[in-house]
């Protein structure tokens, strides 16, 4: 399984913007299928963005269409989710996760994924 190590996360106020990444390891990387969830305390973890292994197709939750934007570069063996207009509920300990199946049918669902890094709190203040 490839290993994933999230950075970026931090303090920032409603309306601004940050950029979180996923570095992973092993050179198998541009096999992997990858996701963004998130989690607030006392809450369930939520899906937020995917993107397919070229990186042409990409997937967002409602919550944060328009807002976020997920991409990759392989040649470096990162994953980005840029995050726009940030909210206040927007609060949470940021995974990132990888995924070597085939189909991208349950891509929402933390079960597609088989590698997830440790974390990165991002904290948007009103």
């Known amino acids: 399984q490839v290993q994933l190590v999230e950075s970026g996360g931090g303090l920032v106020q409603a309306g601004g913007s940050l950029r979180l990444s996923c570095a992973a390891s092993?050179?198998?990387?541009?096999?992997?299928?990858m996701g963004w969830f998130r989690q607030a305390p006392g809450q369930e973890r939520e899906f937020v963005a995917a993107?397919?292994?070229?990186?042409?197709?990409?997937y967002y939750a409602a919550s944060v269409k328009g807002r976020f934007t997920i991409s990759r570069d392989n040649a470096k063996n990162t994953v980005y989710l840029q995050m726009n207009s940030l909210k206040p509920e927007d609060t949470a300990v940021y995974t990132c996760a990888g995924s070597l199946r085939d189909s991208s049918a349950y891509y929402t669902s933390a079960t597609f994924y088989a590698s997830w890094g440790q974390g990165t709190q991002v904290t948007v203040s009103s």
């Open positions: 993107i397919n292994w070229s990186g042409d197709n990409t």
């Open positions: 092993g050179r198998t990387f541009s096999n992997y299928f």
